[in-house]
């Protein structure tokens, strides 16, 4: 079942004219991936990397939403969890930006929603 869910998200999230394979990690539920797009494994218990096959980009991802949430937020909630991982993937996409604060004063004249909307 929670592979069957993790394809259809996969299948209806990426775009396959954009994407040439998916890496992943060994875990049963990225098996049914082959059928949809060129898939390609590392199996961590024989080594991390493999050629171009690894899961270090994923895993720093990972690791910067973590430690956001435990030392800036404390707490998420699922309500907003999707604006949550907007601004990590933001976070991450630019965290080699030269100048950062020209980054994010590019974004500053957009819409953003106000708290009796983001509280409703």
């Known amino acids: 079942m929670v592979s069957t869910c993790i394809f259809e998200f996969i ?3 990426v775009n396959q004219d954009a994407v040439d394979v998916i ?20 199996h961590h218990r024989i080594t991390f990397v ?14 910067l939403l973590e ?4 030392g800036v ?3 998420i909630s699922i ?11 933001w976070r991450f996409d630019n965290r080699k930006a030269e100048d950062i604060l020209d980054a994010i004063m590019c ?3 957009r819409k953003h ?8």
């Open 11 to 13: 299948r209806q999230n």
């Open 79 to 89: 309500k907003h969890l999707d604006r949550y991982l907007a601004e990590f993937s």
């Open 50 to 63: 493999d050629g171009p096959i690894h899961t270090n980009t994923i895993e720093s991802f990972w690791s």
């Open 23 to 42: 890496y992943s990690d060994e875990w049963g539920g990225y098996r049914m991936l082959k059928r949809y797009m060129p898939h390609r494994m590392i």
């Open 107 to 109: 974004n500053v004249e």
């Open 113 to 120: 929603s106000g708290y009796a909307e983001l509280i409703a």
């Open 73 to 75: 937020f404390h707490h």
């Open 67 to 70: 430690r956001g949430i435990v």
